[in-house]
């Protein structure tokens, strides 16, 4: 069974920076689509970033020129560098796994999630 677990949340505020991590147990990162995205108090789930099979990212508009998606050599995590955060970026952040040959944007697509992550930005 695959789990997945981030972590690196926290508190920050607005024009800092924070480093997610999300590990795997039950398989790695190695050939897989990877995805963050985040979810905020009464609003949809929305797609943040992903890295492809192929090493390929994605970002969504809100965060492009300020987060990256990174995989380690390995594969045995994710990371999301999210630089000049803003107090819109506060949300619980969740990585998840998309079996497939592309990440995609659309949550219904990935097949594993983890529990999510805090991140909160104060202004």
């Known amino acids: 069974q695959v789990q997945l677990v981030e972590s690196g949340g926290g508190l920050v505020q607005a024009g800092g920076s924070l480093r997610l991590s999300c590990a795997a147990s039950g398989r790695t990162f190695s050939g897989s689509n990877v995805g963050w995205f985040r979810q905020a108090p009464g609003k949809e789930r929305e797609f943040v970033a992903a890295?492809?099979?192929?090493?390929?990212?994605y970002y969504g508009d809100p965060v492009k020129g300020r987060f990256t998606i990174s995989r380690d050599n390995a594969g045995n995590a994710v990371y999301l560098q999210m630089n000049s955060l803003k107090p819109e970026d506060t949300a619980i952040y969740y990585c998840?796994?998309?079996?497939?040959?592309?990440?995609?944007?659309?949550?219904?697509?990935?097949?594993?999630w983890g529990q999510g992550t805090q991140v909160t930005v104060s202004s």
């Open positions: 890295i492809s099979w192929r090493s390929t990212t």
């Open positions: 998840a796994v998309r079996d497939g040959s592309y990440p995609g944007a659309n949550p219904r697509y990935y097949n594993y």
